[in-house]
């Protein structure tokens, strides 16, 4: 007998806590090799559950609080990780609380640190708002809480259900626990609460200063944002008006992603990003700028832009986009060789997207070769597409796209294995892309390869017979 009370004594209580797989299940929907109504039950064991995890925990708590473990000795290091100073496992994605500089770091937090900390002030992690790591730890407890409360439908007011659970959080927090030394000097019980609403009015006060603050900045910023979207269309528009004057085919879409339909056009938006790289190629950050990168269509190098020719409603848009610059950039990027080249392009991806022998796409051998360093054989292909017994049948759509059924060839047979021509990964490339985006998309782009892709399109357009274009400066 005296055995089992000892095992009862030590008996492991309940799984409160849900999986790894059942978080990723509630997480994305995604079942993996389990059954969904096997993971729906056992979520719903962990529901089912809830109150007396949370039973427990108060438990444990007030038993480890009377016996002297919840003090510095004991509960110091792990409190100040859980009030921002460390990031577990499982601290939710939503908090707040974590301390500006320690998550993810080994480093120990200083006596000032914990001040800081503990201290009103700005947090970056809230976009400035003030506030401070206990303030948003009790803030996660009070957010689960209120996740939590199901108020029944049968006429009670809402407001005041919430109203009460805040008063309890209160009374157990602040005012059932004050020092024993406030009880023996008489202080007047309303003492305390009077100097909390107090301090409530102060603080709401400086959320709704930093929640106006908050309103006018943003304010600003979209309108901003509003003018420069607006002058950038206007140099785009003075772009195209451009390119029409001089009689070079050029879509009608001023968008990223032209839904014009057009295919043998110069896209404006190419010759604007290429355009807002000519115009700051010499321009350096300030030295209080945050501006980080430079690269070609980059956030960085919009910012460049705007920095060296804004603010937005002060940019003569016809003196900054001169046509100089603009035939300038056709002409380097090869362009309208790019333009003439899409309709050819665009063929012969549309005719590799069709081509299927037996139960393998051409696509799928193309794609494959695309991720591959070296060439591969027929054999390595049918591998790696898990289809080793057509082996004949992949030999025989590479050979189709060597040469037999498309002209220019998209691959060819060297002595590694079957590998693309500079043609034919084009093509692979320009496959399967969205409706309504250019197949060759743009040459201009932040990987720092633009002058590798403009050399490919004039090579390219040399193979297939397409005669480049130069600007002549001397010519109006």
């Not at 708590?61 to 460390?86: K, T």
């Not at 800081?116 to 689960?144: C, I, K, Q, Y």
């Not at 980059?298 to 986009?321: C, H, I, N, R, W």
């Not at 796409?361 to 057509?390: G, P």
Request: hydrophobic fraction near 35%; proline fraction near 4%; charged fraction near 30%.
């Amino acid at each position: 007998m005296e055995n089992e009370t000892s095992n009862s004594e030590y008996k492991r209580p309940p799984s409160y806590a849900l999986s790894g797989r059942q978080r990723a299940y509630l997480s994305s929907g995604e079942t993996g090799s389990y059954r969904e109504s096997k993971l729906e039950g056992d979520v719903q064991k962990k529901v089912d559950n809830l109150g007396h995890r949370i039973d427990h925990l108060l438990t444990d708590i007030s038993l480890l609080y009377q016996n002297g473990y919840l003090g510095e000795e004991h509960w110091q290091d792990a409190w100040l990780s859980l009030v921002g100073f460390d990031q577990w496992e499982h601290t939710p994605d939503s908090t707040f609380r974590l301390v500006d500089g320690f998550a993810d770091t080994e480093d120990e937090p200083t006596p000032r640190d914990v001040a800081d900390a503990f201290t009103l002030g700005s947090n970056p992690s809230r976009a400035d708002r003030p506030t401070t790591a206990p303030a948003e730890l009790a803030r996660d407890v009070g957010s689960a809480l209120y996740r939590l409360t199901i108020i029944p439908e049968s006429g009670l007011d809402r407001e005041r259900v919430l109203q009460e659970m805040a008063w309890g959080l209160v009374k157990g927090f602040y005012m059932e626990n004050r020092p024993i030394r406030e009880v023996h000097n008489n202080e007047p019980e309303d003492t305390p609460m009077a100097e909390l609403l107090e301090y409530f009015d102060k603080r709401r006060d400086l959320d709704i200063e930093y929640n106006n603050d908050s309103r006018e900045f943003w304010a600003n910023m979209a309108e901003g944002k509003e003018k420069w979207e607006r002058t950038e269309r206007e140099i785009r528009e003075r772009i195209r008006d451009i390119l029409r004057a001089e009689g070079l085919p050029v879509s009608n879409s001023l968008e990223r992603h032209r839904s014009d339909g057009a295919v043998e056009a110069i896209s404006a938006w190419d010759v604007y990003l290429l355009l807002v790289d000519r115009l700051v190629d010499d321009v350096e950050p300030r030295e209080d700028s945050l501006i980080t990168g430079d690269n070609l269509g980059s956030a960085g190098q919009m910012a460049l832009f705007k920095q060296e020719y804004g603010p937005a409603d002060e940019v003569d848009v016809a003196e900054l986009v001169t046509r100089e610059d603009v035939l300038g950039v056709v002409s380097e990027y090869n362009l309208l060789t790019k333009a003439k080249l899409e309709p050819v392009v665009v063929d012969h991806a549309e005719q590799l997207e069709d081509t299927v022998w037996k139960t393998i796409d051409a696509t799928d051998i193309t794609d494959l070769l695309r991720e591959s360093e070296t060439a591969l054989s027929s054999s390595e292909v049918a591998k790696e597409l898990k289809t080793e017994s057509h082996t004949g049948t992949v030999t025989k759509l590479c050979n189709d796209l060597a040469g037999r059924e498309f002209d220019p060839a998209l691959l060819e047979d060297n002595a590694g294995g079957w590998e693309f021509t500079q043609y034919g990964r084009l093509v692979a490339k320009s496959a399967n892309r969205p409706t309504g985006s250019p197949r060759i998309g743009s040459v201009a782009g932040p990987d720092g390869n633009t002058k590798g892709r403009v050399k490919v399109i004039a090579s390219v357009g040399e193979t297939l017979g397409i005669e480049g274009w130069e600007f002549d400066e001397g010519h109006h």
